[in-house]
């Protein structure tokens, strides 16, 4: 078992930037990769970034350069920054984590990002 808390969203202006946080407890040593999704009003929830236990990362095309993706193992936290906010990124962003022993892994409750313009 996983619990992933979130933490870090908010409202800010375009142009602005956000850290989102997520923190990792439970059977933590058995965490492959870790992901940041997003979910905006009536549609799909896609992914933004990946980060393996190495530290090898991997962007959605939107991103474009304004995001990095971290992660702490050693405190089982990963971070997002987000950079040069646009509207068009306002959504609910979750945390995923891979787990060795179960297909789905575990998600977060969300945090929610607004950006106005």
């Known amino acids: 078992q996983v619990q992933l808390v979130e933490s870090g969203g908010g409202s800010v202006q375009a142009g602005g930037s956000l850290r989102l946080t997520c923190a990792a407890s439970?059977?933590?040593?058995?965490?492959?990769?870790m992901d940041w999704y997003r979910q905006a009003p009536g549609k799909q929830r896609d992914l933004v970034a990946s980060?393996?236990?190495?530290?090898?990362?991997n962007y959605a095309d939107f991103v474009k350069g304004r995001f990095t993706v971290s992660r702490d193992n050693a405190k089982n936290i990963v971070y997002l920054q987000m950079n040069s906010l646009e509207p068009e990124v306002t959504a609910v962003y979750y945390c995923?984590?891979?787990?060795?022993?179960?297909?789905?892994?575990?998600w977060g409750q969300g945090t929610q990002v607004t950006v106005s313009s």
């Open positions: 995923h984590a891979n787990y060795r022993f179960n297909a789905i892994g575990y």
């Open positions: 439970g059977s933590t040593r058995n965490i492959n990769d």
């Open positions: 980060i393996s236990r190495g530290g090898s990362t």
